[in-house]
T-cell receptor, first 111, second 114 residues
Framework: DAKTTQPPSMDCAEGRAANLPCNHS???????VYWYRQIHSQGPQYIIH???NNETNEMASLIITEDRKSSTLILPHATLRDTAVYYC????????????FGDGTTLTVKP | DTGVSQNPRHKITKRGQNVTFRCDPISEHNRLYWYRQTLGQGPEFLTYFQNEAQLEKSRLLSDRFSAERPKGSFSTLEIQRTEQGDSAMYLCASSSGQAPGGYTFGSGTRLTVV
């Protein structure tokens, strides 16, 4: 399995964009990049996933570099409720869900 | 459908006792996953079911742990002879497996072994 590297913590001002990086330099061609977040005392929540192209949904945008070795999750207008641990994981269709998440990035949104 | 439901939310048990947790997945999801999460770490995969078949087990799943999904619907995770090191959040997730996409997690069961 490809491993991911994320900074342990980040701060962001409320209303500003939060840009969370993830390095996955050993990613394989059939591995998707998934992002989840976990708010304290809750289970992880799916945010977005992508293979090659940039993706956007109602929660966030995912920017994947052309070589696919890194990606950035963008929360365009962070709110206090976006304070959470954000996990970046790489999965194939076959092994999806069957691996450990890693330690993630703790994002703190400040007023 | 109210999502993935896990019961109980909290469990305190004495060392050496057996405990059982229950997970009710989203009804149309045929895939079910169990994870363990300790403080400050991400979820660790334990085991995976497709319908009633347990298809994968992590090496983290010692012989004191057993999981079942008897009718392909709800699942139970039992820990026998609990140890203090078993104290953790136990998470369940389900998916339809139809396409790459999100897995829906429950809120977890917090186990404390005293």
């Amino acid at each position: 399995d490809a491993k991911t590297t994320q900074p342990p913590s980040m701060d962001c001002a409320e209303g500003r964009a939060a840009n969370l990086p993830c390095n996955h330099s050993t990613i394989s061609g059939n591995e998707y990049v998934y992002w989840y977040r976990q708010i304290h005392s809750q289970g992880p929540q799916y945010i977005i996933h992508g293979l090659k192209n940039n993706e956007t949904n109602e929660m966030a945008s995912l920017i994947i570099t052309e070589d696919r070795k890194s990606s950035t999750l963008i929360l365009p207008h962070a709110t206090l409720r976006d304070t959470a641990v954000y996990y970046c994981i790489v999965w194939t269709n076959t092994n999806a869900g069957k691996s450990t998440f890693g330690d993630g990035t703790t994002l703190t949104v400040k007023p | 459908d109210t999502g993935v439901s896990q019961n109980p939310r909290h469990k305190i048990t004495k060392r050496g006792q057996n405990v059982t947790f229950r997970c009710d997945p989203i009804s149309e999801h045929n895939r079910l996953y169990w994870y363990r999460q300790t403080l400050g770490q991400g979820p660790e995969f334990l085991t995976y079911f497709q319908n009633e078949a347990q298809l994968e087990k992590s090496r983290l799943l010692s012989d004191r742990f057993s999981a079942e999904r008897p009718k392909g619907s709800f699942s139970t995770l039992e820990i026998q002879r609990t140890e203090q090191g078993d104290s953790a959040m136990y998470l369940c997730a389900s998916s339809s497996g139809q396409a790459p996409g999100g897995y829906t997690f429950g809120s977890g069961t917090r186990l404390t072994v005293v």
